[in-house]
């Protein structure tokens, strides 16, 4: 502005003014310094390439070099063009109705604006492809889209349809020559388009067809009214007859045009210059000059339907070159609608507006706003009158504030009422970055902190709320808390907070259950001894007293012999288990007669062995040491459980099935140390006969041969005892009838003999098999299963699924690991939380060392190879896999691949130094090889 003052030798408060005499009236123009600054300090260092105002004059779109936008409204405000192309060159911009269309090579972006004053909205569709490359050149009429491409060709695509441009179906194609390169395309009517180039121009019909061609190298100086053609070339401007191709009027100029535009009624033409700072007015219907204007005018010019002229002002300094945007006002809509037209339009719109005030202020609801008919009215008002467009705008501000203080209102409302979501603070951020007023957008991010505060105290309420539940409870494991009602509940709840709230929502739940499974199995499962009872878990079992079972003795005549006449007999005394002791200090020799009235010694000898030695022995249980993990306690609280309910009702046998070396014996083992009992364990097998399991013969050098009960009759008479019948399910089927009346409520053993061997009551028979369902393996006859109770014993628990890592395993691993051997197992269960899980707590943070965790984390890799060879191993017994892996990966194998760890330093080889050597055949070595690599 002081630039033109100083240009036109004005005041410093004077308003440059120019006035044009014409042959419609006074033209008057005037630099309105109303276009707001660019962000962007070097935008206007590039220049101008195309501009176009839009039909109904409320936006100015400016493309620069290198593929620069500006977008403005009609108060000059600057707007952000949504999807802007990638693209170095703008050759045209081009506004049509609704359509929004950017030539900027070597792509077409043709935005479809279904919201014409919401720029967010519009929707863009951008086509480039191979064959069809944009250039120059590019018009709309009637959604026919004309536009030039590289190869002397132009296309015509009917934008009516639901375009996409994934897929372009064109309506025309015209091959053109004779013209240059093409530079302007305009829809005469349609069926005709009129191309301009740098060496000509030509009239085509549609269908391709020449019509005319013309000589004026007009390149992009074309206008188009009433049917009559504007064309300039260098200082020559030429009116056309678009219809008899004929020349109507020639004009001369002292500038060399590059661009031309009319004013809506037809009346000036204005001229850019190409290379001076000038613009040029010519009468239009005469073609002589009115005016050159001097100080801008570079390169472009554009006349907007309410009258405004935008142009460009170049300025050239010592280091750059500049290029302005200007903005003239004039009083153009003065030659187009008469005063008297003016006052009736504006008086109409002042009217519309005091209605619209009056039902503004009395809705009570968006909807009640939305359906307010004066402001429809207002808004449809065409003419582009100042005062009318100030009226709409005003219009506009209060309505969007009072939809912003309902808005504000109804959320307030939610918010109190506790019913706010994810979805509300979404409209929040919307209405954040549509808010155009500062103090619009501090309201809205208020309220946008007040509901993110609500939501993090009330998540942060309700997961107290589940700690305090959680912690009254019994809980097994993640499976059964997700299942909860209150977890649900709040898994529901999480759905309504906001992505990062979710997300943190969901690491608490995750932590919050985690922390309440490690408390509770660490409490939960544990083993307390007292000097005459166990506690197993929650089950109580009372100690063995180490009663003895009472033997009977009774003479016995072993040898018979007949001397001199006389009935000799050798005598000794027999104890009901097979012990024959013969008589101390007394002759073992007697006569048949002494016999039948035998001496007194005999029966005080005979009293004397039922005194002192007619109790059995006591086998006392093997010491066995065990890891007091929480999977190992729970196994031993069901078996006892139902070890409880056999000896209630003195029927039936529990069988425990599991892969081998799931701990099955020991698990009979440490349950028979823990509770003093003597423990029998009968191995079984396909080959075994009755008397092996009865009673055998024994020869001895001085009494012969003898029969001698069997392991299995001995612990069916010894008190307490605890019967493991070994792979049971192997039994011949001819046994299987002998062990009928023992698991039944009878509870005794018929011998070959006919003898019965009634087990005691407090007897526990316990047997141990490989899953039935294995290949190769035998199924459990069906008369012992339906006497049986069946506990599955799996290996220690590890991965839940849910990429949670379960330390049980691990806990039998850690004595033979150095740094880790020294933590009790809470400890180490709380550091493994911490390591493997995140769940970090404060007495994991108090063991924590850089040693301890690089230790742990190699256990863990150890842990995944074993687990993910036991998985290979069950599906190829199970037939769900063709791969085969029959090598079984028992925890005896992970302490001894944990005992070398130390050495190594590396999980995968200690597997395959210790473990892989054991698979049976090749192919079997390399199927577990690749499992082991595999293993992250």
């Known amino acids: 502005m002081d630039f033109l003052r100083r240009l036109m030798g004005l005041k410093k408060d004077e308003t440059p003014v120019y006035k044009i005499d014409s042959p419609v009236g006074e033209l008057r123009l005037w630099v309105e310094d109303t276009l707001e600054k660019d962000p962007d300090a070097r935008m206007e260092e590039f220049w101008i390439e195309s501009m176009d105002v839009s039909e109904d004059a409320y936006w100015l779109l400016v493309g620069r070099r290198h593929g620069m936008f500006q977008l403005y409204d009609w108060t000059g ?259 187009v609608y008469p005063q008297e037209r003016q006052r009736q339009v504006i008086k109409n719109a002042e009217d519309l507006y005091r209605e619209f005030q009056k039902k503004l202020k009395r809705a009570k609801r968006q909807e009640e706003i939305e359906t307010i008919e004066e402001f429809k009215q207002l808004l449809s008002i065409d003419i582009p009158l100042g005062k009318v467009r100030q009226m709409i705008t005003k219009a506009q501000e209060e309505m969007r504030e009072k939809l912003l203080q309902i808005f504000l209102q109804e959320m307030r409302e939610k918010l109190q009422n506790g019913t706010v979501d994810k979805e509300d603070v979404k409209l929040l951020e919307e209405r954040i970055k549509t808010a155009e007023r500062e103090e619009d957008i501090r309201r809205l991010e208020q309220l946008k902190e007040e509901v993110l505060t609500y939501m993090r105290t009330s998540m942060e309420q309700r997961l107290e709320e589940l700690r305090k539940l959680l912690a009254q409870i019994e809980v097994r494991d993640i499976t059964e808390m997700e299942a909860l009602e209150e977890v649900k509940s709040f898994r529901e709840f999480m759905t309504k907070l906001v992505s990062d709230l979710q997300h943190k929502a969901q690491e608490e739940l995750t932590r919050l259950l985690q922390e309440r499974l490690v408390e509770y199995r660490l409490k939960r499962f544990r083993i307390q001894i007292t000097p005459d009872k166990v506690m197993l878990g929650k089950e109580e079992f009372p100690k063995f007293s180490g009663e003895r079972r009472r033997l009977h003795w009774r003479l016995v005549v072993e040898d018979r012999l007949v001397w001199e006449g006389k009935t000799l007999v050798k005598i000794a005394f027999q104890r009901e288990d097979g012990v024959v002791v013969e008589p101390k200090r007394y002759p073992a020799i007697l006569s048949q007669e002494e016999l039948r009235h035998p001496p007194r010694w005999l029966s005080n000898y005979l009293r004397h062995l039922r005194g002192l030695c007619s109790h059995q022995e006591y086998r006392r249980p093997v010491v066995v040491a065990y890891e007091e993990t929480p999977w190992f306690v729970e196994n031993l609280e069901r078996f006892t459980s139902l070890v409880k309910d056999q000896l209630a009702f003195g029927e039936g046998i529990l069988i425990l099935e599991g892969d081998a070396g799931t701990g099955k014996n020991f698990l009979v083992e440490v349950f028979s140390a823990l509770t003093g009992r003597p423990l029998y364990i009968i191995p079984c097998n396909s080959k075994l006969e009755k008397e092996d399991l009865t009673f055998t013969y024994e020869f001895d050098a001085r009494r012969g041969t003898r029969r001698v009960y069997s392991e299995l009759v001995k612990a069916l008479q010894t008190p307490g005892a605890v019967i493991y019948l070994d792979e049971i399910n192997t039994l011949p089927p001819s046994l299987v009838k002998l062990f009928n009346p023992l698991f039944d409520y009878r509870r005794y053993l018929a011998l070959p003999t006919g003898e019965v061997i009634k087990a005691r009551r407090d007897v526990i028979l316990v047997g141990g098999m490989n899953p039935q369902h294995y290949l190769g393996v035998s199924e459990l006859p069906q008369d012992i299963k339906s006497r049986a109770d069946v506990l599955y014993i799996d290996y220690p628990p590890f991965e839940d699924g849910r990429g949670f890592y379960y330390p049980d395993e691990a806990i039998i691993l850690k004595d033979y690991v150095p740094h880790l051997s020294e933590l009790n197992t809470e400890e180490f269960s709380y550091l493994w939380y911490l390591v493997v899980n995140g769940v970090a707590t404060e007495r994991a943070k108090a063991v924590w060392s850089k040693e301890r965790e690089k230790r742990i984390l190699l256990l863990w890799e150890l842990l995944k190879i074993a687990n993910a060879i036991r998985n290979a191993y069950r599906q190829y017994q199970t037939q769900q896999s063709e791969e085969p892996v029959e090598l079984v990966f028992s925890i005896r194998d992970t302490v001894r691949c944990a005992r070398r760890l130390e050495r190594y330093q590396d999980a995968k080889r200690v597997v395959i130094e210790t473990v892989l050597p054991k698979a049976g055949s090749p192919l079997e070595r390399e199927v577990i090889r690749s499992i082991i690599e595999s293993i992250q």
């Open 77 to 335: 405000k600057l707007h952000r063009l949504p999807s802007r192309p990638p693209a170095q060159v703008v050759s045209k911009v081009l506004f049509r109705g609704r359509y929004l269309a950017l030539l900027t090579p070597p792509y077409l972006v043709v935005y479809f604006m279904e919201d014409p004053k919401n720029p967010p909205a519009w929707k863009s569709f951008r086509f480039s492809q191979e064959g069809f490359r944009p250039s120059f050149g590019l018009d709309i009429r009637n959604n026919l889209l004309a536009f030039g491409t590289v190869g002397s060709r132009v296309y015509v695509i009917d934008l009516g349809s639901d375009i996409n441009f994934q897929t372009v179906d064109f309506r025309y194609s015209i091959s053109y020559s004779g013209i240059g390169d093409l530079r302007e395309i305009r829809f005469i009517d349609n069926n005709r388009i009129y191309l301009s180039g740098t060496e000509g121009g030509a009239i085509y019909h549609l269908n391709g067809s020449q019509e005319k061609v013309f000589p004026y190298r007009s390149g992009g100086a074309v206008a188009l009214q009433n049917q009559r053609l504007y064309l300039a070339e260098g200082n020559t401007v030429v009116v056309l007859d678009t219809v008899s191709g004929s020349v109507l009027q020639t004009g001369y100029v002292d500038m060399k045009v590059s661009q031309m535009d009319l004013d809506p009624e037809g009346n000036f033409l204005f001229l850019a210059d190409a290379e001076q700072n000038r613009m040029g007015i010519l009468d239009a219907k005469t073609l002589s000059t009115l005016t050159v204007l001097e100080g801008f005018g570079y390169s472009v010019v554009r006349v907007s339907p309410d009258g405004s002229v935008y142009t460009c002002r170049k300025e050239e300094t010592e280091e750059r070159t500049f290029y302005y945007l200007t903005k003239l006002s004039s009083n153009i809509l003065d030659f």
